[in-house]
């Protein structure tokens, strides 16, 4: 291992200090944590370790803009339903049976990662058959996107939701046909179940979240935005993990942090924002609207397959005025929005907060950009503001996407027509909902999940050069960090990783396999598979 201080020199590599890099050079030396030069030369006599690449690729490290490290190191303390484990509603029942089993009766059984549509009953277990199979324990069960709670009957009575429960503003109950509460919840009332039950251990959720990083590194992430702090269990609960983490040893990847609050309850925490290299807060996030696999995203025509137009989370005006404040505070803001009713009211609230209250470079960010509103991207390129969107959503809501929108789908999740416009274009992964390997990011912008069938808006495909820009200058502008890192120039951070595959001559569809061989950040070593992959000399002097 190196330390961040030391002069590394990589040898004998194909290394390409951008995405647009045409002549990729052989040798690059990094010391104190930035680039230095190109030559077996630079910062000699004084380096401690010569790598020898053995003719791999190299190229700047990855940030995944918007993902949520804590909700996956959450999902891995509790039993996993994902279509990858269960196929079916019978499988995922047995698999909760299975782990009440283990726990004594009254206590919380959570399970994670439900999609109905990969179930072959294509709907979700409801609270009837779940009380068949764990009738001893409360359940929770959370669908994949976080929006979606299903809970049984020892769950509701320990929430104390009768029956007749209302349903809260932005969100509701599933209900049978005799207006019983099925178990599903939606949106706000899913939100209020996931801050109501008992929380898992916070040292075992720290141990999870390293581990999370250490993986993620280990698939090229030097970079990740944490969006939002609040959305699985809850802002103090999340931040006295977080806070812990950051008590221990320094972790292999540069974190941002988007807090879910509003600027009245982030000023009561004494919070402000703040830009540190490593742990960067600045960053206020919101929903304006639901998703596409509810149907809950609002649009302004009905779904192609349902007679709905979707719901706001909270009122619009209340919002803009949320909004308002947090723009005025010095906060980039970044907001959920999947219908286009939804990406209107935000851009709109971004004009307002600038016209009222002027700042220079804001760059607030518009998360998803799911369905386009007519001429939302001039107003976009004339605010500065972002799209952050999440390529490997194609692949993973092929069949949500085709019912919710039919013959509409092909504009769904722009990404040509967004750089054509001269907005910058953030892909990242929202995972758990999307994948979280950034190499399926980078296939599904280019090929549009034609892999999995028919592309979905090919007119939207980039190139992979775009794709990688997009993952490396692209997520450091979202982190406002592109002065001093996204491309290996002289001077820049040394955060590089080293790839099994040159990604701009391998088959496209072959990067969703790309291996990390290495990967570097602040000049450090903190993943190295290049021993294991026998690929290269090592001298350590
Ligand atoms: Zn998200």
Same mark, same amino acid.
């Given at each position: ?20 890099? #045409?002549n ?29 690449l053995?003719?791999?690729?190299v ?8 993902? =949520? ?10 039993v996993?339903?994902? *279509? ?5 509603? *019978? ?10 089993r283990n726990v ?6 959570y ?75 939606? #949106?706000i ?38 969006a ?23 972790? *292999? ?19 402000? @924002? ?10 206020l ?15 302004s025509?009905? $779904?192609?397959d349902? *007679?709905?137009?979707?719901? $706001? ?20 803001v ?33 998360? =998803? ?29 092929r ?14 999740y ?23 390997? @950034? ?18 808006? @090919? ?22 960090? #592109? ?21 701009f ?8 396999q790309?291996r ?26």
């Amino acid at each position: 291992m190196t330390s961040r201080t030391d002069t590394v020199r990589l040898i004998n590599g194909r290394i390409y200090r951008s995405a647009w890099d #045409e002549n990729p050079v052989d040798t690059i030396v990094v010391s104190d944590g930035r680039v230095i030069g190109y030559d077996a030369q630079s910062g000699s006599p004084a380096v401690e370790r010569t790598i020898d690449l053995k003719g791999a690729s190299v190229i700047p490290g990855l940030t995944d803009a918007h993902i =949520h490290l804590f909700a996956i190191a959450h999902a891995r303390l509790q039993v996993p339903v994902t *279509p990858r484990d269960a196929a079916d509603i *019978p499988t995922v029942l047995a698999l909760l049976g299975k782990r009440a089993r283990n726990v004594q009766p009254g206590k919380w059984v959570y399970a994670a990662g439900l999609d109905e549509n990969g179930l072959s009953e294509r709907r979700l277990p409801t609270r009837a058959e779940i009380d068949d199979a764990v009738p001893d324990h409360p359940v929770l069960i959370r669908r994949f996107c976080g929006h979606v709670a299903v809970v049984n009957s020892a769950a509701l009575a320990a929430l104390g939701l009768p029956d007749g429960v209302g349903d809260p503003v932005g969100g509701s109950y599933g209900r049978d046909a005799s207006g019983r509460l099925d178990g599903s919840a939606l #949106e706000i009332a899913a939100e209020h179940i996931f801050r109501a039950v008992p929380p898992l251990e916070r040292a075992e959720l720290v141990a999870a979240l390293r581990s999370v990083i250490a993986d993620s590194a280990a698939m090229g992430l030097i970079a990740g935005v944490e969006a939002a702090v609040g959305f699985t269990t809850g802002f103090d609960d999340e931040a006295a993990v977080w806070n812990e983490l950051r008590r221990g040893t320094a972790l *292999p990847m540069r974190l941002g942090f988007m807090n879910q609050l509003d600027p009245a309850e982030a000023a009561q925490r004494g919070l402000r @924002p703040s830009q540190d290299a490593d742990w960067q807060s600045m960053t206020l996030k919101y929903f304006a609207d639901g998703i596409v696999g509810a149907r809950t995203s609002a649009v302004s025509q009905d $779904f192609f397959d349902t *007679p709905s137009r979707g719901m $706001f989370m909270r009122d619009p005006d209340e919002l803009q005025r949320v909004i308002a404040q947090a723009h005025a505070d010095g906060w980039q803001v970044a907001v959920h929005c999947t219908g286009d009713r939804g990406i209107e009211c935000i851009i709109e609230a971004y004009e307002k907060a600038q016209a009222a209250h002027p700042r220079v470079d804001a760059r607030h960010r518009v998360e =998803h950009y799911f369905v386009p509103p007519a001429g939302g991207l001039a107003r976009m390129k004339a605010l500065g503001a972002l799209v952050v969107t999440q390529p490997s959503f194609l692949t993973r809501m092929r069949r949500s996407i085709a019912g919710a929108f039919g013959p509409r789908a092909d504009s769904c999740y722009p990404a040509r027509s967004v750089i054509d416009a001269g907005v910058t274009y953030i892909a990242s992964s929202d995972a758990p909902t999307g994948s979280w390997s @950034p190499w399926d990011g980078i296939a599904d912008a280019v090929l549009r999940a034609a892999d999995g069938g028919a592309a979905i808006g @090919p007119g939207e495909a980039v190139s992979v050069r775009e794709a990688i820009h997009s993952y490396t200058v692209g997520g450091a502008i979202a982190m406002k960090q #592109e002065n001093w890192r996204g491309t290996l120039m002289p001077g820049m951070a040394a955060d590089l990783i080293v790839l099994d595959r040159d990604p701009f001559t391998a088959e496209c569809l072959s990067l969703r396999q790309t291996r990390v061989l290495l990967t570097m950040v602040r000049g450090e070593v903190v993943h190295d598979d290049l021993q294991h992959a026998a690929a290269a000399l090592e001298t350590a002097r």
